[in-house]
C-alpha cells in the first residue's frame, strides 16, 4: 500500500498539541454562570440571590441572570465561590450545602479542570415556596398586567364606538334616501 506524498508532507507538519505554547484562562463570570446554572437544579434552594440591593432591582424588572449572588475568585488551577442563598423553609440547610458543594465541584471541574478549594454560602433568607413565589412578581410583571388589561379596556371601547358611529350612519343615510327627490320622472 502506497502512501501519497501529500498526506506524508501535511503529516510532517502537523504539530502536537502540548508543543504549542499558550495558557487557558476563565474569567470571574464564566466560572458564575457554570456555577448558577448548576444550582437552578437544587431542590430547596429557592434562589441564589445578590443581596438587598439585588432584591430591589429583581423586583423592579425582570431578572435571568443566574450570576446574580454568585461571587468567585478565579486562579490559574484553582476557584473559590462565594454565594449567598435563599432557602425554601422546612429544608435542611446543612445537607443543602453539601449537596451544593458536590455539585458546584463536580461541574467546575467537569468543564473547566480547575479544581473548587472553597464553597463559602451565606444563607440571607428562608421562605415557603408560596411566599417566594408571590414576592418574584416585579413591577415589570406589575405594569405588563395593568397595560395588558387596559388595551383590553380601548379595545372594547373602540369596537363599542365603531358600532354606534355605524347605526348612527345608517340611521342617516336611510333619512337622507327617504327626503331625496326623485331624480326622473
Do not use: C, W
Amino acid at each position: 500500500m502506497m502512501m501519497d506524498t501529500n498526506a506524508m508532507n501535511h503529516k510532517k507538519d502537523l504539530v502536537a498539541p502540548k508543543d504549542i505554547k499558550g495558557e487557558l484562562t476563565y474569567d470571574d463570570k464564566v466560572i458564575e454562570k457554570i456555577v448558577g446554572i448548576a444550582l437552578e437544579k437544587v431542590d430547596g434552594l429557592l434562589t441564589v440571590d445578590g443581596g438587598f440591593f439585588s432584591s430591589i432591582a429583581d423586583k423592579l424588572v425582570n431578572n435571568d441572570d443566574v450570576t446574580s449572588g454568585v461571587d468567585v475568585e478565579v486562579g490559574k488551577k484553582q476557584v473559590a465561590i462565594d454565594l449567598n442563598i435563599v432557602v425554601e423553609y422546612g429544608i435542611d440547610i446543612a445537607n443543602l450545602y453539601d449537596k451544593m458543594k458536590k455539585l458546584i465541584t463536580e461541574e467546575v471541574k467537569k468543564m473547566t479542570g480547575l479544581d473548587v478549594i472553597e464553597v463559602n454560602v451565606n444563607v440571607t433568607d428562608i421562605k415557603t415556596k408560596e411566599q417566594y413565589d408571590k414576592d418574584s412578581v416585579t413591577l415589570q410583571d406589575r405594569v405588563s398586567d395593568v397595560a395588558s388589561s387596559t388595551s383590553k379596556f380601548t379595545s372594547k371601547q373602540t369596537e363599542k364606538a365603531k358600532e354606534a358611529i355605524g347605526k348612527g350612519t345608517s340611521k342617516v343615510q336611510d333619512s337622507m334616501k327617504n327626503n331625496a327627490e326623485p331624480r326622473v320622472e
